[in-house]
């Protein structure tokens, strides 16, 4: 337990650049939002800049988590730990996961804050929708970051192959695309349709944004899921995050 307190209080160090970053990216975004909303006299502007920065965090936290591998890899500093591999991976993750969920809280709530007494806005959603949709969009950048995860692995185990060291890139766009279909082909079986069917619960209402040049449309629309195709996210999850591990252990070379 110490072990790994020591990596993720290193790790946290490691990312905290990235967080800062990403802090100063969003205020001159949101200034820029209300000086623009002033100057146009519409409060649409600094609301949709507003929506899109919490959008925007999708990509945040699986940017930071590369950030940090591909540091890592250029340090070298894995191959002098004796840490598990599992360890290591988990420390960048949840390093990664804290900043960019307290940066995620952060804009929620100025969101929430200046917004809502808008009248515009007050039509469009409720705080709970923004809130929800924060939610949803973190939980997503969460399960990308395992991906990320994958394939930083895999890209860095093809490297100790000579004869398919030039080739790591067309690999993992093949095997992109060859998971998508499989996921695709998959969930056309009968049976698999009627065991989404039989798991299916009311989530709430689902965020939809329209933009255009003179417009802004946000609405909030009942949704269902099932709780299969939960299962299956985190269940994948696990594995691909299991099967990363193996390969730093066994594989990598970084």
């Keep these: 337990m110490k072990a790994f307190k020591g990596l993720l209080r290193k790790d946290l160090k ?3 650049g990235y967080f800062y970053t990403i802090l100063i990216f969003m ?6 939002g209300w000086f623009l909303s002033g100057y146009y006299s519409t409060s649409m502007l600094a609301g949709t800049i507003s929506i899109a920065l919490i959008i925007a965090h999708v990509i945040y936290l ?6 940090s591998l591909n540091l890592e890899g250029k340090t070298q500093l894995w191959l002098h730990n004796p840490a598990s591999s599992v360890q290591l991976l988990l420390s960048k993750l949840t390093a990664c996961s804290i900043l960019s969920l307290c940066s995620a809280v ?3 709530i100025i969101t929430i804050l200046s917004l809502l007494p808008i009248a515009e806005f007050q039509e469009m959603f409720t705080a709970f929708d923004i809130v929800f949709m924060a939610a949803a969009i973190w939980l997503i950048s969460f399960y990308l ?6 394939y930083w692995t895999v890209y860095h185990s093809l490297g100790a192959i000579l004869w398919l060291k030039k080739f790591r890139w067309i690999i993992l766009i093949a095997f992109f695309y060859g998971w998508e279909l499989l996921k695709e082909q998959f969930g056309k079986i ?7 069917e ?6 709430g209402r689902a965020f939809q944004m329209e933009t255009g040049m003179n417009s802004f449309q946000a609405t909030f629309e009942a949704t269902d899921i099932s709780v299969f195709v939960l299962a299956g996210y985190c269940l994948t999850a696990l ?8 390969l730093l252990d066994k594989k990598v070379e970084v």
């Design 145 to 150: 970051s395992i991906w990320v995860i994958f």
């Design 14 to 16: 490691i990312t905290i």
């Design 239 to 246: 594995v691909i995050f299991w099967v990363s591990s193996w």
């Design 27 to 32: 205020a001159i975004a949101y200034a820029a």
């Design 62 to 67: 699986p940017g930071s988590l590369l950030t």
């Design 198 to 203: 039989i798991g299916m619960f009311n989530l």
């Design 106 to 108: 952060l804009i929620t």
């Design 190 to 196: 009968s049976f698999i349709k009627d065991i989404k």
